[in-house]
């Protein structure tokens, strides 16, 4: 498949292998998904409206990470909200014209929703997304700076469904500060926007989902079975005992494991890990069966990988394997795209 991409991105050269799945931080080219990494934050003055960076124009190309050449090539579309990439002490919000910043984006669309490569059309706003110094604001400055971003994925997801979707079944799938600014937009809209009936799923990984949430919107469902379409999907990867140390992990989280596709808190055996997929600095990668069990506990999904060394992150406290939220259930989380687009046409047939 070939897209319109504004920028290739050059890794630099890595000391090890490396795992680029949640866009890890690479010397200033690579921006990294830091959002629970709050002790590591740039410091910022107060944040004013004169902050604010000229918002998108989703007529235009400079505005999208990603469309594709052939709208038509798959049956379905993927939209993808990327994560955090904007993190050092130049602004509170991202402006989308920083050629560092689309390459920190861009590299998300190669790597985690790389995932959904092969199945879908994948199209990919940029977004003025908020600083990650931002989360260690009181609620309501930091929902006031979030907001910027909230309203330009709104934006940019009433531009695709005028424009490019043409009735076409879609996934939702982000990661991290992507899934926050998704589960924000999904409390305040999901059930009145007329497309329900088209989405097969929302990815929302690496934020959560509550049971307060649920109570906010009725109308929003957690998947509970591997096939279930029209439903979001949300989990935290962290080590057994580390929930505490997620700031992603809300109380009351619904939880979705990631090897079976339900709710059961009975633990997933590594058996039925697919594989982790790992990218080396040339581009390639290696694939891992059966690297990593998974079970449901205290908001968490609980994960024992065979060597953890290789999910060690420096921006997050020990445990915490927010980074490799989609990395460690890679080829599952293929898989299941590929089962849930089944599901969906089938059922329209």
């Not at 931080?25 to 990494?37: H, I, K, P, V």
């Not at 984006?105 to 199945?119: I, K, N, R």
Request: hydrophobic share 40%.
């Amino acid at each position: 498949m070939s897209y319109v991409v504004r920028y290739r991105l050059r890794l630099p050269d890595l000391s090890r292998p490396a795992l680029l799945l949640a866009g890890l931080m690479f010397a200033g080219l690579l921006a990294s998904d830091n959002t629970a990494a709050v002790g590591a934050t740039a410091e910022l003055p107060a944040f004013t409206t004169a902050d604010v960076p000229p918002a998108p124009d989703y007529e235009k190309d400079t505005s999208w990470l990603v469309r594709p050449d052939d709208p038509d090539q798959f049956a379905v579309d993927l939209v993808w909200i990327y994560p955090t990439v904007l993190y050092d002490n130049s602004a509170w919000l991202m402006d989308i014209t920083r050629k560092d910043l689309i390459a920190g984006a861009q590299e998300t669309v190669a790597s985690e929703a790389h995932a959904f490569s092969g199945q879908a059309n994948i199209y990919a706003p940029l977004y003025r997304q908020m600083n990650l110094s931002g989360f260690n604001l009181p609620d309501k400055e930091r929902d006031a700076i979030v907001a910027y971003g909230e309203e330009d994925v709104r934006k940019a997801l009433k531009h695709y469904l005028d424009h490019y979707n043409n009735g076409r079944p879609f996934i939702i799938a982000a990661h991290s500060q992507g899934s926050y600014v998704l589960t924000q937009l999904a409390l305040h809209h999901w059930g009145r926007t007329g497309i329900e009936d088209r989405m097969i799923a929302a990815y929302v990984i690496g934020w959560s989902i509550t049971d307060d949430d649920l109570k906010t919107n009725p109308e929003i469902t957690i998947c509970a079975e591997a096939h279930q379409t029209g439903c979001f999907i949300s989990y935290n990867s962290v080590a057994a005992g580390h929930q505490k140390d997620a700031p992603m992990i809300l109380p009351g989280a619904i939880v979705v494991n990631p090897l079976t596709w339900t709710r059961d808190e009975a633990p997933a055996p590594a058996s039925l890990n697919r594989g982790s997929v790992f990218f080396n600095k040339d581009g390639s990668s290696r694939t891992l069966p059966g690297f990593t069990s998974a079970r449901i506990a205290d908001g968490g999904l609980v994960v024992a990988p065979r060597d953890p060394s290789l999910v060690e992150s420096p921006f997050f406290p020990a445990g915490v394997y927010h980074s490799y939220d989609y990395s460690l259930f890679f080829e599952n989380i293929r898989s299941n795209a590929a089962q849930r687009i089944e599901a969906y046409l089938t059922k329209r047939r």
